[in-house]
């Protein structure tokens, strides 16, 4: 304190002699001022990795005893800097994210405290199925993160155990032979780590996060004695705890089953990315790590990790695109189970695009150029009777937008209407926004499923309606 007191002082007795000087340029003293602040940034980013490295020291991150063909499968290529560059992305990586739900039928020895149960508890472990899988993408070159949501009931191959739900991939061969059967389905692309978090974990981790403010699209009842899974949410916007953000999450009782629970996975991502991923939560990653590093399994390293938040923090919200697998449910009777299966041409079109495969598949090119072929779903947020949408449809007829329907209506009041690229079509998104004047473009799957364009009514169109009404009176 009497150090900077002290100095405080002389630079203040200083000033006045300093008035009359020409040498002074006040762009050097800009300067001064931003290498001062980078070596503060630097700083402070190698006492966030010190403080990492001590508090993970009792727990590794990788749990997991893979063989060296099993750490084969992901690429030992370096993500990050070296010195003070380690929480830099130096490259585009693709990170397999996989949520664990685990019984005790599913892990060979079960916790002793849970045989003499009357039900069956969730186990802290990552031997049973996939809940959720994610491919991220983390792209330091067009600096934009992709996240691909691969449904648990997708039907493919798994090397060895034939035609499968994707989700037992994990069972058969934990996070290496799910890696590899993943990169088989999308084409052969390159997965570069892995992170496994059980369903306990979940919780503590959103809990560390101080919550998160959603809208849950409608009531939500639902009761598993066997499980102790008790679902009861209340349609609205609200503010959830880990456990109340758990059941949101798992919910699947209704006409979309597991479709239907991706969407909502994807409102709460983008709903925690938009209330968490900043500076103040990264300075706090060694005390949220600490309460959930039991519950994660992954191959990156601590220095990796902070990189890949460090550029997540750094991201445009528009530039973060949520995904889901093309496909389509199995009509009842095709097979002896339920499965989403994998569309072979959406799936090329869509790495060609987002992850940068090549792919031989016709028209892998957006078609925005084509309204005609663009399927254009409308969903009423605003409670208007259809008569208040028939100006949008006209206006989108007028350019040449054939395949427009009206879809269910979007549950939560909308102030802005969201433009949804429901397949990935950023540009198809983009060319109607242009044409109706108002809306944010998001690229996600929360749209009408079979749609490409979902326009979300909000109640910015209520306000636009009536200089759009008066063009569109002579058509």
Do not use: C
Not at 22 to 34: A, D
Not at 174 to 198: E, F, H, M, Q
Not at 337 to 344: C, V
Request: hydrophobic content about 40%; aromatic content about 6%; charged content about 20%.
């Amino acid at each position: 304190m009497t150090i900077q007191r002290t100095s405080a002082e002389e630079n203040h007795s200083k000033t006045p002699k300093m008035k009359g000087r020409k040498s002074i340029n006040p762009k050097s003293g800009r300067w001064l001022w931003f290498w001062v602040g980078m070596s503060g940034i630097a700083m402070v980013s190698a006492m966030a990795g010190a403080l990492l490295a001590v508090s993970l020291t009792s727990t590794p991150l990788q749990q997991a005893d893979l063989s060296p063909q099993e750490e084969a499968v992901f690429d030992s290529d370096a993500i990050a800097g070296g010195g003070l560059r380690f929480s830099e992305l130096t490259r585009p990586v693709n990170l397999l994210v996989m949520g664990m739900s685990v019984l005790p039928p599913d892990v060979q020895n079960p916790p002793e405290e849970t045989k003499n149960l009357r039900y069956l508890p969730q186990v802290n472990s990552f031997d049973g199925l996939s809940d959720v899988m994610l491919l991220v993408k983390f792209d330091p070159q067009t600096k934009k993160i992709v996240m691909l949501s691969i449904p648990r009931d997708t039907r493919t191959e798994i090397e060895g155990h034939g035609m499968r739900k994707i989700n037992a991939a994990n069972v058969e061969g934990g996070p290496a032979l799910t890696a590899k059967t993943i990169s088989n389905l999308l084409g052969g692309v390159g997965i570069d780590r892995y992170i496994r978090i059980n369903v306990l974990g979940v919780a503590k981790l959103i809990d560390a996060l101080g919550g998160v403010t959603v809208y849950v699209p409608k009531d939500m009842k639902y009761q598993d004695d066997s499980q102790h899974l008790y679902i009861n949410l209340k349609a609205g916007k609200q503010h959830l705890n880990g456990e109340q953000a758990l059941q949101l999450l798992r919910f699947r009782h209704d006409e979309l089953g597991d479709i239907g629970r991706i969407q909502r996975q994807q409102m709460v991502i983008r709903a925690l990315t938009d209330q968490s991923l900043n500076p103040a939560t990264l300075a706090q990653l060694p005390k949220i790590l600490n309460v959930v590093k039991e519950h994660i399994d992954t191959n990156l390293t601590v220095e990796e990790l902070v990189a890949l938040l460090g550029f997540g923090v750094r991201t445009n919200r528009s530039n973060m695109e949520m995904l889901m697998l093309p496909g389509r449910f199995s009509e009842k009777g095709e097979y002896d189970a339920s499965y989403w299966l994998p569309s072979k041409d959406g799936i090329a079109k869509l790495m060609a695009k987002q992850f940068g495969l090549e792919s031989n598949a016709e028209n892998t090119e957006p078609q925005a150029s084509d309204p005609s072929s663009v399927r254009v779903a409308i969903q009423d947020s605003t409670g208007s009777d259809r008569a208040a949408l028939r100006p949008l449809i006209r206006a989108l007829e007028r350019a040449g937008y054939r395949n427009v329907y009206i879809a269910k209506p979007w549950t939560e009041p909308l102030e802005v209407t969201h433009i949804v690229a429901q397949q990935g079509d950023g540009s198809s998104a983009e060319s109607i926004r242009d044409l109706l004047g108002i809306g944010e473009v998001r690229v996600e799957s929360t749209g009408s499923l079979n749609s490409d364009v979902s326009i979300q009514v909000g109640k910015d169109w209520l306000q636009h309606q009536m200089p759009l009404n008066d063009s569109t009176q002579s058509y």
